[in-house]
């Protein structure tokens, strides 16, 4: 997919082959344009993203709990990782209340 402005021939000066070329042409880049988003969009895609970020996320948490603080670079990576760390609070507080409830029975 390209950003370019769309340029659109007058087909009133435009010959019988000169406008079959032009409709070739856009099929072309419509063929084209459909197999991107069909691999930018495909599951396979997706979740291989996903699960980068996932790693990546878990890996800028353990650089804080470490010392090394939140990435600086990349607002999205810093609130993975702020989201990670949260998730991983929320599960040790829930660990520790089903201990304590267990604990005094």
């Known amino acids: 997919m ?33 197999d991107e988003l069909s691999t930018r969009l495909s599951p396979k895609t997706l979740a291989s993203e996903a699960a980068t970020t996932a790693r990546l996320a878990a890996t800028d948490a353990g650089a804080f709990v ?9 607002r999205s990576r810093a609130r993975n990782a702020k989201i990670v760390l949260g998730v991983a609070a929320g599960v040790v507080a829930v660990v520790a209340l089903t201990v304590i409830r267990r604990a005094r029975r």
């Open 2 to 34: 390209t950003d370019q402005p769309l340029h659109v021939p007058d087909p009133s000066s435009m010959s019988a082959a000169e406008l079959s070329a032009e409709v070739l042409k856009a099929r072309a880049e419509l063929a084209a344009t459909v």
């Open 66 to 74: 470490t010392g090394a603080g939140l990435p600086k670079a990349s």
